[in-house]
């Protein structure tokens, strides 16, 4: 953990601003938003990435259990975006922060540009020092364009700023070797790049969100490899964010970051949703692009073209077991690419420069 840390996405879940009866606890959003004003005062630029929106709706408005699934989520979080951007907007005009409502969906970074236009949006807010509230529009969301939950929010956007930390505040203490309610079983306090966590965590969701400890490690695992730090820690815990974030107190999981990605390479790994189609590669290709040296994706390499695309467009690379090696930015379209396959000495489909390996 680093004491350089300026920039920093925090993520606060549902059942941390939630009671059981699925009301905003207000004391604890009070107590988060003054250790935000404290990072503040000491000169950090954080974004608040909040859940909560669709539990405050349901503690409001009570609906038939046979209506429709999507649209009781989109009601609830109509009704409860208010009311949390209301509180949120009191409890840091309190601090004298202005704070900003950022609604978005998945289709916001369907490409490079509307991705900048995004960046140059939270940057103008961090400019003219407002505070950036962030949340998924569930009105107009649609089940396939979905995030998994905030933490893929939170993990692109930690991307696309370039912070140099992400923190994700649940209501549990970290990642355990096993079920936390078993003495038997311990904290990691920290993960390492290698480090295997799937026999740990058991895949389940949260009372109130979407995503469970699988979704949360996974993200963590993702923003970590693109060079920033991740703290995963209990957001019930008093001055949880400034101990984590101002006395660098050992609290939680943390992820450690890996060696910095590039601008392009942390666009690319959040674009699967939006790949056009796919490319099967051989053994051989598979071998070289995850190697630890710079290979980009030749013809040679290739085996079959799956769907059709364009020069621009994103499209997966998969192995011949359909699981997907990575994500790139295609050179030309899948026409010539089929023209190609196989073939020595040509132009790479996809440059290692375009290239994201998972």
């Given amino acids: 953990m680093e004491n350089t840390t300026k920039k920093i996405v925090i993520k606060i879940g549902s059942n941390v601003l939630t009671q059981a009866n699925g009301l905003l606890d207000l004391q604890r959003m009070e107590s988060l ?72 969906t998945k289709e916001d970074f369907r490409d490079r540009q509307h991705y900048i236009n995004m960046k140059n949006c939270f940057t103008a807010l961090w400019q003219h020092d407002v505070l950036p509230i962030v ?117 939680g999981t943390y992820f450690h970051p890996t060696k910095k990605a590039d601008k392009i390479k942390k666009w690319l790994a959040y674009t699967d949703g939006f790949a056009k189609a796919s490319v099967v590669v051989n053994e051989g290709a598979k071998t070289a692009l995850l190697s630890d040296k710079a290979y980009s994706l030749l013809p040679v390499g290739i085996v079959k073209i799956e769907g059709e695309f364009e020069k621009g467009d994103i499209i997966k690379i998969i192995d011949t077991q359909q699981q997907v090696i990575g994500l790139g930015m295609a050179q030309y379209s899948a026409a010539k690419a089929t023209e190609k396959i196989g073939q020595k000495q040509q132009k790479p489909l996809v440059h290692y420069d375009y290239l994201f390996l998972v």
């Fill in 135 to 251: 949340n998924e529009n569930d009105v107009v969301a649609v089940t396939e364009l979905m995030f998994t939950d905030n933490d893929e929010l939170a993990g692109l956007i930690a991307a696309m700023l370039d912070v140099n930390t992400l923190c994700i505040l649940t209501n549990v203490e970290g990642i355990y070797t096993g079920n936390p309610a078993e003495s038997t079983s311990h904290l990691l306090t920290e993960i390492s790049p290698s480090m295997d966590l799937s026999k740990y965590i058991v895949a389940q969701k949260s009372n109130f969100g979407r995503g469970g400890m699988l979704t949360k490690a996974n993200i963590a695992r993702k923003v970590a490899k693109l060079g920033i730090g991740v703290h995963l820690a209990n957001g019930k815990k008093e001055n949880i964010l400034t101990d984590l974030l101002l006395q660098q107190a050992a609290i």
């Fill in 33 to 104: 938003v003054a250790q935000v004003a404290a990072l503040q005062q000491a000169g950090r630029q954080v974004v608040l990435v909040s859940s909560g929106a669709v539990a405050a709706g349901r503690g409001i408005v009570q609906l038939p259990e046979k209506a429709e699934a999507i649209a009781k989520r989109q009601v609830w979080a109509a009704v409860g975006q208010v009311q949390l951007m209301q509180v949120y907007s009191r409890l840091f005009a309190q601090h004298q922060i202005t704070c900003s409502q950022v609604l978005v």
